[in-house]
């Protein structure tokens, strides 16, 4: 028996893994266990949980409505922030460990819990994620890994052990993937999808249509923003969660959002990773042409020069830290104009722009039209032009009369002579 935790708060999910570790924590460490479930919208995976932890061992469980908190806090801050890990994932694991793991760190002061545990294994970014939140909350409570501890290493096994301790345990046919969802995602991981050369199979997506399968005609959409946060969708106001639900099935059904990437885990490993965001796609694509007409230019390309280091620190589990908090400081002041709506044709996969608007944009026809205008006098760009191509007409001139030879050679025309 391992020593000196009396009452641990465990992440539980009602899967095989963490069902275990219940039973596993009390014969190991013979401590109490609370089982907290951090409801990010993975709905029907909710069902019969109660039931189930208590069947399992432990003294008491928390089921936590975090949807709202999950959406507003931290799913809408990184789609303003524009933050996409590799240039592809939009992060939906990643942004709900820390709000989890928070929410962990609460329930145990406040039930004078020593010790935090969690159901990940040592190969993946999720440890890290729980465990950097945990450090940033309250480093003194303990931190138990069962996954880095025991010996149990395959499915089997933990389904033996599952049964040998009397664990209601239903899935005891072979789980293909390992899957993680929420009300912005679906991520698929492992099976036939370790070789990186074979293609998803259809039934792997339970959230998106395959775009072939998609309807035959486009679907349109419009959402609006205020300060570069979702408000509504074809002119109705919503709450974050209805945007996000309305969102994902007009999305879904569309066959959007599906990413298929190999991407660097924190831990040193390359795995391949098949993501369905659906909502989530709109949402990215629509809030970046709202900045088009609203940001100006150096703004812009300075906030995108930002978001893969913001896409950085949300994979990487440093949510809670001065630079992720300061970054969102920068967003947020560029935020203030972002306020208008975009419209979308939805199309087998495909997110069109079909229009923008804001009371905010800086957009002027007057300037930008190719017909008559009496706002821009076209001689004004000669003297930019002399000016800004100044150093390159010195170098050039240096190049002539200076050395008298260019840097480029002359093209060799003789091998194009017929003799
Ligand atoms: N690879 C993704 C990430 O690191 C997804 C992880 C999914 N987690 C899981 N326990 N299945 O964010």
Request: aromatic share 10%; proline share 5%; charged share 25%.
């Amino acid at each position: 028996m391992k020593a000196g935790v009396r009452k641990a708060v465990l992440a539980y999910s009602g899967g095989l893994d963490t069902s275990i570790i219940i039973p596993w924590l009390r014969e190991n460490y013979g401590c109490e266990v609370i089982a907290v479930t951090g409801g990010v919208g993975q709905d029907d995976e909710l069902d019969g949980l109660e039931e189930k932890a208590l069947a399992s061992g432990a003294s008491k469980v928390y089921i936590e409505d975090l949807r709202d908190e999950f959406i507003r806090n931290y799913i809408f801050p990184t789609m303003r922030a524009g933050a996409i890990y590799e240039g592809r994932y939009l992060l939906g694991s990643a942004l709900s460990r820390p709000l989890i793991a928070k929410r962990m760190v609460e329930i145990a002061e406040m039930e004078g819990a020593d010790a935090l545990s969690h159901g990940c294994t040592g190969k993946g970014n999720d440890q890290v994620r729980f465990e950097l939140t945990f450090k940033a909350m309250n480093p003194k409570l303990r931190v138990i890994a069962p996954w880095r501890e025991w010996d149990i290493r395959s499915r089997e096994q933990a389904i033996a052990y599952a049964q040998k301790h009397n664990i209601p345990c239903t899935v005891t046919e072979e789980k293909i993937y390992s899957n993680d969802t929420n009300l912005w995602h679906r991520s698929s991981e492992g099976g036939i999808l370790e070789d990186p050369w074979k293609a998803p199979p259809d039934n792997l997506f339970e959230i998106v249509t395959p775009p072939e399968k998609a309807p035959d005609n486009p679907e349109a959409v419009q959402i609006d923003f205020e300060k570069g946060i979702p408000v509504g969708v074809e002119g109705e106001r919503l709450s974050p969660l209805e945007i996000m639900i309305r969102l994902n099935r007009i999305a879904s059904r569309n066959g959007i959002g599906i990413v298929d990437m190999v991407e660097n885990r924190l831990v040193g490993i390359k795995s391949r990773g098949v993501y369905e965001t659906p909502g989530g796609t709109l949402l990215y694509a629509a809030h970046r042409e709202i900045e088009s007409l609203v940001l100006d230019a150096d703004t812009l390309h300075f906030k995108e020069s930002l978001a893969p280091k913001y896409a950085e620190l949300v994979y990487y589990g440093k949510w809670f830290t001065p630079l992720r908090e300061a970054l969102d400081g920068f967003v947020t002041s560029t935020q203030k104009h972002v306020t208008g709506t975009v419209k979308l044709k939805l199309y087998k996969g495909n997110v069109m722009i079909a229009g923008r608007q804001s009371p905010y944009s800086l957009y002027r026809e007057d300037y930008a039209t190719f017909g008559e205008d009496d706002v821009y006098d076209q001689k004004d760009a000669e003297g930019f032009i002399n000016c800004f191509g100044l150093p390159l007409k010195v170098r050039a001139m240096l190049k002539l009369n200076g050395t008298g030879s260019t840097d480029y050679d002359h093209p060799d025309y003789s091998i194009f002579k017929r003799d």
